[in-house]
T-cell receptor, first 113, second 111 residues
């Protein structure tokens, strides 16, 4: 079954404690992306990757890092989380960015206290 | 910032009424995609339009794009409670092919 898998689904952490949200897809997609969703603001892109070792900033990259060492995985790293990073995060992948449908993960609800 | 604007932000309807959400861009979009996100769920792809003036229909859903490919609309006829959710449009940012999402329209259907 074609899918994008994110882990964890829920996470509560404290300010400053590094965390990683994993994302994996089984469709051999080259394009992967991270979004955060906040009430009234829709889906805002954090980072995206066009292929292995190729990443670029989206609209709201501050406070986040990503890596793309393998085609299937695209982890999101928060080196020093802050309360304003409390949000719902989605990973997505597609064969062709913007030209073919994007598949989204189930989402990770992060709370930073 | 986001270059794709959606209105309205919320829409309450009685079951059986029609619903329309609008998507507008300041620049011509090479294509427009629509997604639906159920409450507590993740966005799921609905449809994509590529050609100017294109109209696509799926059961009670009608999606169209303007001749200049700067605006699009999604229309649901005779809403049902299963239509509840947030509808997003997405299109490539000006000068690139990276998709940007509108803020979405949340549809609330009252039985």
């Amino acid at each position: 079954e074609a899918q994008v898998t994110q882990n964890p689904r829920y996470l509560i952490t404290v300010t400053g404690k590094k965390l990683t949200v994993t994302c994996s897809q089984n469709m051999n997609h080259e394009y992967m992306s991270w979004y955060r969703q906040d009430p009234g603001l829709g889906l805002r892109q954090i980072y995206y990757s066009m292929n292995v070792e190729v990443t670029d900033k989206g609209d709201v990259p501050e406070g986040y890092k990503v890596s793309r060492k393998e085609k299937r995985n695209f982890p999101l790293i928060l080196e020093s989380p802050s309360p304003n990073q409390t949000s719902l995060y989605f990973c997505a992948s597609s064969f062709n960015p913007g030209g073919t449908e994007a598949f989204f993960g189930q989402g990770t609800r992060l709370t930073v206290v | 910032g986001q270059q794709v604007m959606q209105i309205p932000q919320y829409q309450h309807v009685q079951e059986g009424e029609d619903f329309t959400t609008y998507c507008n861009s300041s620049t011509t979009l090479s294509n427009i995609q629509w997604y639906k996100q159920r409450p507590g769920g993740h966005p799921v792809f609905l449809i994509q339009l590529v050609k100017s003036g294109e109209v696509k229909k799926q059961k009670r859903l009608t999606i169209q794009v303007g001749e200049a490919k700067k605006n699009s609309s999604l229309h649901i006829t005779a809403t049902q409670t299963t239509d509840v959710g947030t509808y997003f449009c997405a299109g490539p940012k000006g000068g690139s092919y990276i998709p940007t999402f509108g803020r979405g329209t949340s549809l609330i259907v009252h039985p």
